[in-house]
């Protein structure tokens, strides 16, 4: 059940979460969603910890739902009545008692803890609906059949037509008993399904005339629900249902009609986090409505490289899955040419962390057009061509396109507020990419808020991953290097300007013009990923090469960055409605 080993004194729910405060293990209140924290294996020598019951939830029959057979439950007798139940953080699956009902609701649910130590259902409990048609006008009794009339009467019109079909003009109302007839809506509401509008019908002795493939009319009155709403989180792709039953990208149709059902699925480098599907419905009215919560759906998988091998030191030459999240800036400068300028590193799938002095003049951002970014695993050169819009010209299918992209497109370009341009402090950049999942990359990790940014950092053994300068201005190559050196705090923490000192271990393998931008890595607290720990800023006593041992990283843990940067990311990826 954990997703990582912890040593003492921390402890790991069932669901991952993390307790940092031992003092919150088995003292008789449930901080665990499936209250392990306070279980007996674990906390019977603690003098103070009460032994509880086991938190139960159970079946609802009063919703007339019950548990199907996909749950795992269990079953006790009282008054020679059975009831069923699952224990906390048991997940179930509900269906009505009555098949011939209505389930209206989440069939999903997960038997949570409230605060009061008892159990509680995660979502609101589905219902189940006798949905069946009573009204003698409408159910076929009286009249020909129009099951949807009663629901949509306020707005559904019916009218009389000649049996030519070409005078429609006299409305009428159910029961309908023999005439031809034609459907539309008021208050410019659209008719489904597509197509009834210019159908007409024919009611004939309480029954419709229809052919062997047609189908009695279901007429309904509604809006059409907007596609962009669909696209307000931008880890999570959202597919549409098809009348065929298929599934598409969304973002094929400007809008979707009542009755559409949406699935999610998270973007490379995300994973699924809950035990339930995040799904999406388009009401009558034209709105979505969602089940679940979309923000907990999808969380980034960060860290790991594609290959989990040896990294060779001061090579100077390695492979760029070794460091699959940095990135390659190219700027075109008003040149005919995109020229390499500065390296980066990838903190979301469509997020770049950069220096800020690579991509302003410290009084105004450059423009968006100038800069291209293509991921470490294609950046082999240090030259593109001026016309290179990251897609090839002869793809006019978005998707196709993406499959044989060779770099992102910049959407935004966003400065530290922080930052100043003569000292270069708070050297913080954020590139908002236009999203490709085609492309190779991976997500570097950041240290969590329990990091301590100023005890962590000293003596700091990591490395930095640029590109071979003489490489890059001899024969326009970009090879991949690996600069390993150690922080030195020395008293830049006390100055406040949020860089620390790198020297290298090896002086024959330096960092260099041109390597601003690049990432400064070492093993996560945790020790099993990759974090990032600074961005690369500026050097100091350059040599002829205008390369150094001795170079400023801005921290990307100092609280002001940390700020900048959830603050900026979360404003840009998460749109959605509260």
Not at 515 to 520: E, H, N, R
Request: hydrophobic share 25%.
């Amino acid at each position: 059940m954990c997703m990582q080993v912890l040593k003492h004194p921390y402890f790991q729910c069932g669901n991952g979460k993390i307790i940092y405060n031992s003092s919150q293990l088995c003292d008789n209140k449930y901080d665990c969603l499936d209250g392990s924290d306070e279980l007996e294996t674990h906390c019977q020598y603690n003098e103070k910890w009460e032994r509880k019951q086991p938190v139960t939830c159970e079946e609802p029959k009063r919703n007339n739902i019950k548990f199907t057979s996909n749950t795992t439950m269990y079953a006790e007798k009282e008054n020679n009545e059975t009831h069923y139940f699952v224990y906390a953080s048991g997940v179930v699956q509900f269906e009505c008692y009555d098949s011939k009902e209505d389930f209206k609701g989440i069939k999903w649910n997960v038997c949570k803890i409230d605060e009061n130590g008892n159990g509680k259902w995660l979502n609101d409990l589905p219902e189940c609906v006798d949905n069946r048609n009573k009204n003698q006008n409408t159910n076929g009794d009286l009249g020909c059949r129009l099951d949807t009339y009663d629901h949509y009467s306020e707005n559904l019109r019916i009218w009389k037509c000649s049996n030519d079909g070409k005078n429609c003009v006299e409305k009428i109302k159910p029961p309908l008993t023999d005439a031809y007839v034609k459907f539309n809506c008021s208050k410019n509401l659209m008719l489904f399904p597509e197509g009834l509008r210019e159908r007409i019908y024919r009611c004939r002795d309480k029954e419709w005339q229809l052919n062997s493939m047609e189908l009695p009319p279901k007429p309904r009155c509604g809006k059409m629900c907007n596609t962009t709403e669909l696209y307000c989180l931008d880890s999570m792709e959202p597919k549409c249902k098809k009348r065929d039953g298929s599934t598409t990208k969304c973002e094929q149709a400007p809008s979707w009609k009542p009755g559409t059902t949406v699935t999610y699925e998270c973007f490379p480098e995300y994973r699924h986090d809950t035990n339930l599907n995040f799904t999406s419905v388009c009401l009558d009215n034209g709105t979505w409505k969602h089940s679940g919560n979309r923000d907990e759906s999808c969380s980034i998988k960060c860290g790991l490289n594609e290959l989990q091998t040896g990294m060779s030191v001061n090579g100077p030459e390695t492979e760029p899955y070794h460091s699959p999240w940095s990135v390659a800036i190219y700027d075109n400068n008003d040149m005919q040419q995109f020229e390499y300028s500065c390296g980066g590193v990838l903190i979301r799938h469509n997020f770049v962390l950069t220096a800020a002095h690579c991509v302003s003049d410290g009084i105004n951002n450059f423009g968006i057009n100038r800069f291209r970014v293509m991921p470490a695993q294609k950046a082999n050169v240090s030259i593109i061509d001026s016309h290179n819009d990251c897609r090839k010209a002869n793809e006019t299918n978005k998707d196709e396109a993406d499959k044989h992209s060779e770099c992102w497109i910049v959407q935004q370009i966003i400065i530290d507020p922080k930052y100043d341009p003569t000292r270069y402090t708070s050297d913080s950049a954020l590139l908002h990419l236009q999203a490709n999942p085609f492309l190779p990359f991976r997500i570097v990790c950041i240290p969590g808020i329990h990091f301590d940014w100023e005890k962590g950092y000293a003596n700091r053994n990591g490395s930095v991953f640029a590109w071979d300068t003489k490489e890059r201005k001899l024969n326009q190559k970009l090879n991949f290097v690996i600069v390993d050196g150690t922080l030195n705090n020395t008293d830049n923490i006390a100055n406040r300007d949020y860089h620390i000192d790198v020297t290298s271990y090896n002086v024959k393998t330096t960092l260099c013009k041109g390597d601003s931008g690049c990432g400064f890595f070492d093993d996560c607290p945790n020790g099993k990923k990759m974090c990032l720990f600074g961005i690369v800023s500026t050097g100091q006593s350059m040599d002829t090469n205008e390369c150094t041992n001795n170079v400023k990283i801005n921290s990307v843990v100092h609280p002001s960055t940390v700020a900048f940067v959830n603050k900026y990311i979360k404003a840009i990826s998460n749109k959605c409605p509260k």
